[in-house]
């Protein structure tokens, strides 16, 4: 049995583009109201003693973030919270081709791809508490089965200038049995009002389209071949979220991800077709 704790720093910037109907505010005056004696007017400085500061409200998490749209990135965790009692499933799927195998017409004729073997994950996660969400995922490559906790720390606030949200993890191959790998994250989030954020996810360009830009480099332990580099266009429509990837990894666990992407004959990374469909039931 191999236990591996890797380290990895993880940073992408999100800006957005352009605007949606309906994004601005729309806000009234009430109109004046004169003072009684069984309701005395209050100081425009005090707040009514029931009113819950800004940063105490609790969020409403069925409500879709732009700013996160999905739970992943491409491979990895982001901060999005899990609605108490909800759920949701994502499937990952990576072709073993190497796209820079032989030459294009070579590459059409294996419909890029498309046309060759894959790796296929299943994960599925679920609401227990708010902030507190757990879920399990799968893969096929070396069949490894993860356990994953994720809890929501403390959220960007006026008071408090970014997110935090620890992950908790352990994979085990051939279906859990050997190589255990435990995982501890710290996601750190900074979000940008509507204009975008600097985090661990997509890049919007309209409100329903992301493009997203994952690398992991290894900051401690051995220097894997070649750092996992990603990126993916992302659709998303309702409840569903569609990503086409381009990688020069399978790996989907952290663990995985630690030992880097596999190297071509002539030293350099090979680049694989895949994708991601993930759905939310709420």
């Known amino acids: 049995m191999t236990r591996t704790l890797p380290t990895a720093i993880v940073m992408a ?30 100081p425009a400085d005090q707040k009514p003693a029931d009113q819950k500061p800004a940063d105490k409200e609790e969020p409403n998490d069925s409500v879709l973030n732009r700013s996160q749209p999905d739970f992943t990135l491409i491979n990895l965790p982001t901060g999005l919270r899990m609605p108490k009692g909800k759920m949701a499933f994502r499937v990952t799927h990576r072709f073993t081709r190497p796209l820079g195998e032989g030459d294009f017409g070579d590459l059409a004729g294996d419909a890029f791809g498309l046309d060759s073997g894959a790796i296929i994950g299943l994960e599925f996660r679920a609401g227990l508490l708010p902030g507190l ?8 490559g070396d069949k490894t089965v993860t356990f994953f906790t994720q809890y929501d720390v403390k959220q960007q606030s006026k008071s408090f200038p970014i997110g935090l949200a620890a992950y908790a993890a352990v994979d085990g191959t051939n279906n859990f049995k050997d190589s255990y790998s435990p995982t501890l994250r710290l996601i750190v989030t900074r979000e940008l009002g509507a204009n975008g954020a600097v985090y661990v996810e997509p890049i919007r360009v309209r409100p329903t389209t992301y493009f997203v830009l994952e690398v992991v480099p290894r900051v401690a332990g051995d220097k894997p071949d070649k750092t996992p580099v990603s990126f993916a266009v992302e659709k998303r429509v309702g409840g569903h979220a569609f990503q086409l990837v381009f990688s020069n990894t399978f790996g989907l666990t952290a663990a995985q991800l630690s030992r880097g992407g596999p190297v071509s004959e002539d030293g350099k990374s090979n680049w694989y077709l895949g994708f991601n469909i993930s759905r939310k039931f709420f």
């Open 13 to 42: 910037l999100a800006l957005s583009w352009g605007t949606h109907a309906g994004a601005q505010a729309v806000t009234s005056t009430p109109p004046a109201t004169t003072a009684t004696a069984a309701e005395p007017a209050q």
């Open 133 to 140: 969400q757990v879920g399990v995922s799968r893969g096929s």
